[in-house]
């Protein structure tokens, strides 16, 4: 090893504690570059769920079709396709807590001879006859907790019941996406489908194929289609045929969006620990002003004292960016296996994303050095005879407007104003340091305010209606659901009441949007709050609705989005045609996320050419306790369709629960990244704190040598950290405001999320807090090092 | 009873594996009123033995009693505020605090003692630059004056608590010839007015002027 070698490594054991923060800085730093692996993790992981699945590259629903074992081999047996499987799902309902729930029962004909989109079951036994096994999801996603040797109670769509034996647990990814949504899925046999139906045949078809080009699949979809309506009772698909492209994944570009913005917070997590490593070289540079000066005077020339620093920082870069790294796979490994268990029910095994390391340690080295570079370069300029003259304590403070101001400071006990003059002494440390605490306060304040917006936003959803139940009928035209429906259901029992409404899908200006035809005098909507009070426009007039008047209430949001105004006509793309409406008012609740439009029933009703029928009511019950609502919407879902509507009962208060939950889990993600920010910026100042320390430990032995108790010292420099986390405070919180519009605007642009841009009073006063008590938490340790010196000792000290 | 008494005081440094001593079993009187200066060689123990007299720095063995007080027993803040109070020292560079002006650097010592009000502090304080000759300097920082004022405002820091005892540690070191006398003449006149001054330098000229000469080497006394 190189003298030169020998004098950087030295350099960084000298002050032990400064380089061991300054490493740890960067281990954070790089760390966050670690999130970046997440996505590409997630999704190696899905894949081998999917490979182990044997996922369909087609799959097909047709209505209970028989297939005999001849059938299934010449299918598997097409051109272009490699293998194949049949399942038969049933829609059926349970009881859940006193309500009743929608099912999934799918039958699989043999659970040892699986194809495609295999049911794997992880626990218990195979079902057989009238026994299931209970998809992972149901307990993952908080839909039922069942355990082996439970019973459930099914109702098939002809209400009669059937009780099934749960022998274990099972999974698929297909059929387990269902539980994210509230439906229980429970895989069985054949045979209990058919016996709970009272129908034979198979509803899936499943098939991989060997060729997966998109033209190739669609040919293979025609001869699937051909072959079926040649040999069965087949005359056409229910649905599109659902062609997989190779990869895809449900969830795949909402969770790589979610990552991204994880991404953009660890940049910032790396951006603040810039301003650390900087200072850091800074003060080492400041410290050996003596020995550059001596480095040169005994012949070393620039370019050896800039390698000398160079190698220094390039170290302290290996050696955080190394940690960093491995911190950065295991966090990814877990925030990915957390995620992938919540969101997909399965433990995602060990992995690494060996790019995203490769990309980590050449951005952490890289970052190190560029952020000495401006410390390095100052070493070139230090000339040999000021360098060796530099002694004692510098008296270079008072030549600037900034000292000058500070001086003017008054009514503060001495101690207290040598500790904010004492902030100008190194300007540039102080506003790296201000601008840290600024930064970590702004991520805090927007985070917070973000997380707010959230709930607000759940909040705004639901708050505004004031219905219980939404039932809700498939349309048919055959059976349309009109005025004396509503009758029979408000005259159930536990209903106060029942209103009609229409509610269909839109397009304004290609955006999908909710538009719902209400009642004039609805009571199922409080929009006195968000809209009347709000002054931004009304509601319409009992005259306006009588004459189905195109007028419409439009959400915030799609007011935004669009650039529409009160008074301006939209045109609202339906099933009939588009349909000019005026827009009379534009409401501040976000049910939809504030993509809807309201408009009268009539209306609604004259455009879609639906007479006076309508699709569904909001219902009011008589009690507001959740017993009461479940046992209600059973009664109104069962009274539906014994007038034989297919009714979809929706329960306000699950719904709700649900959404607060979901928000609430993603806002903690974002506020626990935002955490790591003030983890960094606590660590820097409590590294400016150091460095100042350090630099002023001849000062420290002098206030010793005239009489200086501990809690004088303690008072010097606390007053400097707490003043520079005061100013770094005040600077965040127009900077808060302004991360949390970033925050917002990216929502809304990545996620098409119409997030309020909320900026609480309450998180100015709590960041305070925050920032005073963690300033005053992490400058005790460093105080303890500046109280404990021996002013012997430190007089001494160079 | 002298007013320093210095018994079989040792002081061993420790660094590494090496280990230097800096003083070996030191006995020393100095009674109340003398001017004392201590001389020899570098690394012969003078600034040691001074900063044993201050209390900045721990003996190794034996006592360092001042005015009957063992200050060698004494706990760390003790200690500190007894300084405040009982000793004044001048250092060769100064040491001014750079944030403050020369009063305020003055009335710093009077702050930690809190010795009576602020108004009265700063009345002390001005007349302690007064009698230094820096009664026209008092609001300018330490970087507005030459190195021979802020020795001035050192001393008069030194002084504005009345300590008994003056220190200068090579207090001359860093002025030219002029100001070194000056100064001199400045310590000369306190000791006349009953204050004990001793100052360690490397300067024959102000060592010659002492009334009492103190010489050191290898950590011993060699005349007293």
Redesign the interface.
Known sequence: MSALLKKSWKDLSRRKARTIFTIITVALGVMGIGLFAITPLADGAVQAELNAEKMHNIGVRVTDVPLTAEQLAELASLDNIDRMSPQAELLVTIEIGGRRERALLVGIPDYADQAVDVVRVTSGEVPQGMQVVTDQGNEANGVITLAEGDDITVQDPAHATHQLLVTGVGKNFIHGAATRNGVAVFYTSIDAIEQISGRTGFTNLSFTVKDTDPAAMAGTVEVIRDYLVANTSVVAFDNLADVREEGFWEGREIFSQIMSYMGILALMILFVSLFLIANTMNTIVSEQTREIAMMKAIGATRATVFRSFLTTSALIGFIGAGIGAGLGILVAFLVERTLMKQSFGFDAPFGVEWPTVGISLAVGVGVVVLASLPAIFRTLRVSVVDGLESHGISADYGHTLLDRALMRVRGLPRVVQMGVRNAARRKGRSVSTILQVAFAVAVVIAMLNGGDAFVYMTHSAYDPWTWDLRATVADDSSNPMAIETAARVEGLEGVMSAERVYRTVAKVNDRAVSLSGYVQATQALAYDTTLLEKGQGRWWTPEEAAAAIPVVVIGEALSRFEDIGLGDTIELMTATGAHPFEVIGIDTAFPENGLYAYAPLEAVQAVLQKGDAVNGFFIRTASSQPDTIDATSRRVSDALEGLGYQADVTVKYVVAGQAVAQNQGLAGMFLMMSFIVVLIVLIGLMSTLVMNILDRTKEIGMLRCIGARSRDVRLVFSSEGLFLALLGWILGLPLGYIVNQVYVAAMAIGMKLTMPDRYALVYVGLSLVFTLVGALIVISFPLRRATSMKPGDAIRYE | MALIQLRELRKTYKTGKLEFEALRGVDLDIEEGQLVAIVGPSGSGKSTML?MI?G???PSGGSVTIAGDRIDQMK??TL??W???NVG?V???????????AL?NV???M???RRGSVAERRQRARESLELVGLGDKVEH?????SGGQ?QRVAIA??LV?QPKVLIGDEPTGNLDSRTEAAMFELFDELNKQGKTVIYVTHSPALAAKARHRVEMIDGQLVQA
Do not use: H, V, W, Y
């Open positions: 900063n201050t900045i720095d721990r760390e803040d500190a505020a300084r405040g109070a020292i250092f060769q560079f100064f040491q001014l605090f750079p944030t403050l002006t305020e009335m710093l010592p702050d930690f003692l920082l330490p970087s507005e004056l802020q820091r030194a608590n």
